[in-house]
């Protein structure tokens, strides 16, 4: 942070010269005290908010101005948390439509096999690869964040009913007893 002791200025003037007063400073030097000039076509600080000027008391006859010079201005954080939460938000949404269009083409593929009166248990094949298809979806969406577990879980659990369901009704499954509860 820069400061610089401006005594030439006086105090009781310094808000009318605030609009058209501007800092320069030398492009050659590392580290030099910053100085007023009037020049119109130097990068007017003043108007960015980047540059604070305070008066300062010294003794009783000398007035002071010091001025402090910020080099870069931090970024706003809750702009920055909004910008990251519209990018998680549209991520998600996109990871939860390919789980929900997965799932549909499941269950429309289930649903016209279960109403075709002529259906064949080979036909239960590309319905079982469109169950992993979805399955796949759903843990991707489960691990990236996306969906909770438990609701993984369920959506999973809700495409193997249906499957199941579809064979019992077209008696291409039986489901087999255990002897030690019969």
């Known amino acids: 942070?820069?400061?610089?002791?401006?005594?030439?200025?006086?105090?009781?003037?310094?808000?009318?010269?605030?609009?058209?007063?501007s800092l320069t400073i030398p492009p050659n030097a590392a580290f030099k005290p910053l100085s007023f000039s009037s020049n119109t076509c130097s990068l007017n600080l003043f108007s960015r908010g980047l540059v604070s000027v305070r008066p300062v008391q010294m003794s009783p006859n000398r007035r002071s101005i010091v001025c402090e010079a910020e080099t870069t201005k931090k970024a706003d954080s809750a702009a920055k948390r909004a910008r990251q939460a519209e990018k998680r938000r549209?991520?998600?949404?996109?990871?939860?439509?390919?789980?929900?269009?997965?799932?549909?083409?499941?269950?429309?593929?289930?649903?016209?096999?279960?109403?075709?009166?002529?259906?064949?248990?080979?036909?239960?094949?590309?319905i079982e690869k469109l169950i992993a298809e979805a399955y796949s979806a759903i843990d991707k969406a489960v691990k990236a964040g996306s969906l909770h577990r438990n609701t993984g879980a369920r959506r999973k659990s809700r495409l193997a009913r249906r499957k199941k369901a579809v064979e019992i009704n077209r008696g291409w499954y039986t489901p087999v007893l255990d002897p030690a509860s019969a």
């Not at 942070?1 to 105090?11: K, L, T």
């Not at 789980?99 to 248990?121: F, H, I, N």
Request: charged share 30%; hydrophobic share 40%.
């Open 1 to 21: 942070m820069a400061v610089a002791m401006a005594h030439c200025v006086s105090y009781c003037g310094l808000s009318a010269k605030l609009k058209t007063l």
């Open 90 to 126: 549209v991520y998600n949404k996109a990871k939860k439509s390919e789980v929900r269009t997965r799932m549909k083409k499941v269950l429309e593929a289930l649903e016209v096999l279960g109403k075709k009166s002529d259906a064949q248990p080979e036909e239960v094949l590309p």
